[in-house]
């Protein structure tokens, strides 16, 4: 298995770094993209909580609202997806308040709503559970596109100002949640126009512990329902390995346009962040 791992690292390691120039619509972030600039006014974040019929309990949810929110305007939509370790909490530390608050001021994204649910989506939805590297646990958060569809996002509309239509609604996450991100995107396209995997993890399509949620032969776009798709991976990560790459090299065979990047960096916020910062450059056109 670590011989596997080596491989597959070496292989990813291989791939070229993103350059601006190589890569349309994908740049470095400048420095300074993440940061909290002390001249700017930014959204505000609440944490809410809403029922579930899908897990039979009440969840969680961070919502990040753009700076100056009104009810007298509507808002594009970003689900912004967790890791398998994390909660509705693990995307503060790739701080989207500051580098998306930063690209709306800046004149290059648009004003956005941001949801951040937990997507473990059963009754027992704690971080770090003790079958965190069972099926049963990968089950949960694929069960999290019922809660998603039928719970999260009905009561989104009923209590914020909402835009809708797939070209107003987005769907991104990491590792974990980058596999439940593609896996939502491709199997509701027509509520979802924009779609973000930052290091998605396994289980998108079979291997040796699970069936895939998608055949090879079946991973693709919907003919006239295609979406914007990202999907990135970092230099040395050595958890998901080169998944990322089969993936879009995956889409890419069945005729699924998408942008696909190898930046510097493991499986961590680095890389999350230079994701998100891309993703968000290139949302709601």
Same mark, same amino acid.
């Given at each position: 298995?670590?011989?596997?791992?080596?491989?597959?690292?070496?292989?990813?390691?291989?791939?070229?770094?993103?350059?601006?120039?190589e890569?349309?619509?994908?740049?470095?972030? *400048?420095?300074?993209?993440?940061a909290?600039? *002390?001249?700017?006014?930014?959204?505000?974040?609440?944490?809410?909580?809403?029922?579930?019929?899908?897990?039979?309990?009440?969840?969680?949810?961070?919502?990040?609202?753009?700076?100056?929110?009104?009810?007298e305007?509507?808002?594009?939509?970003? +689900?912004l997806?967790?890791?398998?370790?994390?909660?509705?909490?693990?995307?503060?530390?790739?701080?989207?308040?500051?580098?998306?608050?930063?690209?709306i001021?800046?004149?290059e994204?648009?004003e956005?709503?941001?949801?951040?649910?937990?997507?473990?989506?059963?009754a027992?939805?704690?971080?770090?559970?003790?079958d965190?590297?069972?099926?049963?646990h990968?089950?949960?958060?694929?069960?999290?596109?019922?809660?998603l569809?039928?719970?999260?996002? *009905?009561?989104?509309k009923?209590?914020f100002?909402?835009?809708?239509?797939?070209?107003?609604t987005a769907?991104a996450?990491?590792?974990?949640?980058?596999?439940?991100?593609?896996?939502?995107?491709l199997?509701?396209?027509?509520?979802f126009?924009?779609?973000?995997?930052?290091?998605?993890?396994?289980?998108?399509?079979p291997?040796?512990?699970?069936k895939?949620?998608?055949?090879?032969?079946?991973?693709?776009a919907?003919?006239g329902?295609?979406s914007?798709?990202?999907?990135?991976?970092?230099?040395?990560d050595?958890?998901?390995?080169?998944?990322?790459?089969? +993936?879009?090299?995956?889409?890419?065979?069945?005729?699924?346009?998408l942008?696909?990047?190898?930046?510097?960096?493991?499986?961590?916020?680095?890389?999350?962040?230079?994701?998100l910062?891309?993703?968000?450059?290139?949302?709601?056109?």
């Open positions: 298995m670590q011989r596997l791992l080596l491989i597959l690292m070496a292989l990813l390691m291989a791939l070229p770094v993103v350059r601006a120039e890569e349309a619509g994908v740049i470095d972030p *400048p420095e300074g993209f993440d909290n600039r *002390p001249d700017m006014t930014y959204g505000k974040t609440l944490l809410r909580t809403y029922p579930s019929a899908t897990t039979g309990t009440n969840r969680r949810v961070m919502i990040l609202l753009p700076p100056d929110y009104t009810e305007k509507q808002y594009p939509v970003l +689900y997806l967790h890791g398998i370790g994390g909660d509705e909490n693990e995307w503060a530390g790739g701080r989207p308040t500051w580098v998306i608050g930063n690209l001021a800046a004149g994204a648009r956005m709503i941001v949801v951040m649910p937990n997507i473990r989506a059963r027992n939805d704690k971080a770090n559970p003790s965190m590297y069972q099926p049963s990968f089950e949960a958060f694929d069960n999290f596109i019922n809660d569809r039928d719970d999260l996002m *009905p009561y989104m009923a209590n100002s909402i835009a809708e239509g797939r070209e107003n769907v996450g990491l590792s974990m949640g980058g596999r439940e991100a593609l896996y939502i995107g199997m509701m396209p027509e509520t126009g924009y779609v973000g995997a930052f290091c998605p993890a396994p289980g998108v399509l291997y040796n512990v699970e895939g949620l998608f055949q090879p032969e079946n991973f693709k919907t003919e329902l295609e914007y798709i990202l999907i990135n991976a970092g230099t040395t050595g958890v998901v390995g080169a998944w990322p790459k089969t +993936y879009a090299d995956t889409l890419e065979a069945n005729g699924t346009a942008t696909f990047y190898v930046t510097e960096g493991g499986h961590d916020f680095r890389v999350w962040k230079h994701g910062y891309n993703f968000a450059k290139n949302l709601f056109k």
